[in-house]
């Protein structure tokens, strides 16, 4: 859910108060929330972008010199405009970007070598290196995946971590369901959620020892 402006306010008042001396944890989680990937924060000089189609629909990948910054499902609610970056479909980093996920579509390609490059806070870095680590057609819990960061009371903040990821497929929020196996949220419909298992269930099927 957007945070509001004055929820904003409140929060950067908060940091500005010494709250996150006072309370580190709950400050990192609060940070979360303060710093979002927005077009506000991805709209920078020199970043451009790239749109292709694909058979779950149309994907805007945004990147700037040192990789892959965004890449949203052209309907979801938090995808940055276009309006203020370059198209650029001779880019290295963005022809990367759609060859691999267009390979993964087909079956091809389970793990991606894309550079990335998203605003992102530390707490944002944790659990987006963690996650990373869940191959294809495997899972987690949003429980297990804040474990794995030593902080085993933020599921909640990890949620919101992965409710704002701005790199989709490739950073596989998608993989993350709820403690009692339920779906969870995701950020770009959750009709999708269960469609990208299936699809990496049929071609990476996982072999239990």
């Given at each position: 859910?957007?945070?509001?402006?004055?929820?904003m306010?409140?929060?950067?008042?908060?940091?500005?108060?010494?709250?996150?001396?006072?309370?580190?944890?709950?400050?990192?989680?609060?940070?979360?929330?303060?710093?979002?990937?927005?077009?506000?924060?991805?709209?920078?000089?020199?970043?451009?972008?790239?749109?292709?189609?694909?058979?779950?629909g149309?994907?805007?990948?945004?990147?700037?010199?040192?990789?892959l910054?965004?890449?949203?499902?052209?309907?979801?609610?938090?995808c940055?405009?276009?309006?203020?970056?370059?198209?650029?479909?001779?880019?290295?980093?963005?022809?990367?970007t759609?060859?691999?996920?267009?390979?993964?579509?087909?079956?091809?390609?389970?793990?991606?070598?894309?550079?990335?490059?998203p605003?992102?806070?530390?707490?944002?870095?944790?659990?987006?290196?963690?996650?990373?680590?869940?191959?294809?057609?495997?899972t987690?819990?949003?429980?297990?995946l804040?474990?794995?960061?030593?902080?085993?009371?933020?599921?909640?903040?990890?949620?919101?971590a992965?409710?704002?990821?701005?790199?989709?497929?490739?950073?596989?929020?998608?993989r993350?369901?709820?403690?009692d196996?339920s779906l969870?949220?995701f950020?770009?419909g959750?009709?999708?959620?269960?469609?990208?298992?299936?699809?990496?269930?049929q071609h990476?099927?996982?072999?239990?020892?």
């Open positions: 859910m957007p945070v509001s402006k004055k929820r306010r409140v929060l950067e008042d908060l940091f500005r108060l010494d709250y996150p001396r006072l309370y580190p944890e709950r400050a990192q989680a609060l940070r979360s929330l303060v710093l979002p990937f927005s077009p506000e924060t991805t709209m920078k000089a020199g970043l451009r972008h790239l749109r292709f189609v694909t058979p779950m149309p994907l805007l990948a945004f990147a700037d010199s040192a990789g910054c965004g890449l949203y499902f052209e309907d979801q609610k938090d940055p405009s276009s309006g203020q970056s370059n198209a650029d479909d001779a880019d290295p980093i963005l022809r990367q759609r060859d691999q996920i267009l390979d993964y579509f087909a079956g091809r390609l389970g793990a991606f070598s894309v550079p990335l490059s605003a992102v806070t530390p707490f944002q870095q944790r659990v987006r290196d963690a996650l990373l680590k869940v191959p294809a057609a495997h987690t819990t949003y429980g297990a804040a474990r794995s960061i030593d902080s085993p009371r933020g599921f909640r903040a990890v949620a919101q992965l409710a704002r990821n701005p790199i989709i497929i490739i950073v596989p929020c998608h993350v369901l709820a403690s196996g969870g949220g950020s770009a959750l009709a999708r959620k269960p469609a990208l298992l299936a699809h990496e269930v990476w099927p996982r072999t239990e020892s």
